[in-house]
């Protein structure tokens, strides 16, 4: 569905971002890929490695509705990409996330809509349910907008999903590099913040992958989760670093012990497909199906258990250590 398509990405230059790159490239026949994004060194190197005919770099912020509008010109698909992501940073910057991650959606909304873009897709975080930090209330909100976004577009024929998964093994700013770095300079421990906590786990070609598909899978207005492994952080630590004590330091400001994907308070609108979830939107739309239970693909799903909860806890998916290294060596390829 990628063949003779403009295809933009914000936030183009982050790891995601080279992945979806490469793999729409390796797959299909774009037409035109976008990298919006605002640091020109990123660009400058990702061109190395991607100048193909039909790639375009465009300098510019989400926080700049004018310049998204330019760079929307002429463009089928939009995955948005661009967020302040680092939960201790927003807590201490929390205006600074805000106007991103919840005023940067807005602008890549409204000019979506005003460029007549066929689908969009965000991609949002396991932080955004129940959130407890700076950094997920943002995302929850940005999802809130694109949901919506679907009962205001009127005659346009834009819609727009919304795509939530977990920790991207080895993307930047993730665990699996910072305890590699630990290992590398010769340290004598590994620091941990709990010893119970869980996350979710992904690669991140699962993650291309999964927002590849839910471009096909997509009514507009759905939230796909996937159904993934979960781990525990002490066995990721001793899977990497055996031979290394393991230090308690506390939890950083706004962590959580456990992460959750699909809230039991929203268990009434969540359905259960083979390989993922779909949390359906509390509003009803005016022009669009509000029929979740089936999709694009004609994929059916079921409702959930009243009460159910997908957190990173009760997964009955867990990876042992030989698993982890296994996953972490196939995910670095």
């Given at each position: ?24 490239l ?17 660009q400058?190197?990702?061109?190395q ?26 463009v089928d698909?939009?995955?948005?990409a ?13 205006m ?9 959606a ?10 007549d ?16 930090n ?11 907008l ?16 919304v795509?939530r998964?977990?920790?991207v093994?080895?993307s ?71 031979n ?14 456990h ?35 089936v ?10 258990e ?9 997964n ?16 670095m390829?």
């Open positions: 569905m990628f063949d003779n398509k403009s295809i933009l990405i914000t936030g183009g230059t982050g790891s995601f971002g080279k992945k979806y790159v490469g793999t729409l390796a797959r299909y026949k774009p037409k035109k890929i976008i990298i919006y994004s605002r640091d020109e060194l990123k400058f190197e990702m061109q490695d991607y100048n193909e005919p039909c790639m375009r770099y465009f300098i510019g912020d989400v926080r700049d509705k004018e310049r998204l509008r330019k760079a929307m010109r002429g698909y939009v995955i948005h661009a967020a302040l992501k680092q939960v201790p940073a927003a807590e201490y910057n929390p600074e996330c805000i106007k991103t991650n919840i005023n940067g807005e602008n890549v909304i409204d000019a979506a809509l005003d460029n873009v066929e689908k969009v897709i965000a991609l949002s975080t396991d932080k955004a349910a129940s959130p407890i700076l950094y997920g209330a943002t995302k929850l909100a940005s999802d809130k694109f949901v919506a976004a679907n009962n205001i577009s009127g005659g346009h024929k834009t819609t727009f999903a795509v998964y977990g920790n093994v080895c930047r700013g993730s665990v699996v590099p910072v305890f590699q770095k630990f290992i590398d300079e010769g340290r004598d421990h590994i620091p941990i913040t709990h010893p119970d906590m869980t996350r979710f786990w992904i690669s991140l070609q699962e993650g291309v992958d999964f927002v590849l598909k839910n471009f096909a899978r997509m009514q507009g207005g759905e939230i796909f989760v996937p159904k993934i492994p979960s781990i525990k952080i002490t066995d990721l630590a001793a899977a990497m670093a055996p290394l004590e393991q230090k308690i330091i506390g939890i950083r400001p706004g962590e959580k012990v992460e959750v994907m699909c809230p039991a308070e929203l268990s009434y609108d969540t359905y259960e497909y083979d390989d993922h979830f779909v949390i359906a939107p509390g509003i009803k739309f005016h022009s669009r199906n509000n029929d979740f239970t999709n694009a693909l004609g994929e059916h799903g079921k409702p959930v009243p009460g159910y909860e997908y957190n990173s806890l009760n009955d998916h867990f990876l042992t250590q030989e698993e982890i290294i296994a996953f972490n060596t196939k995910a390829l």
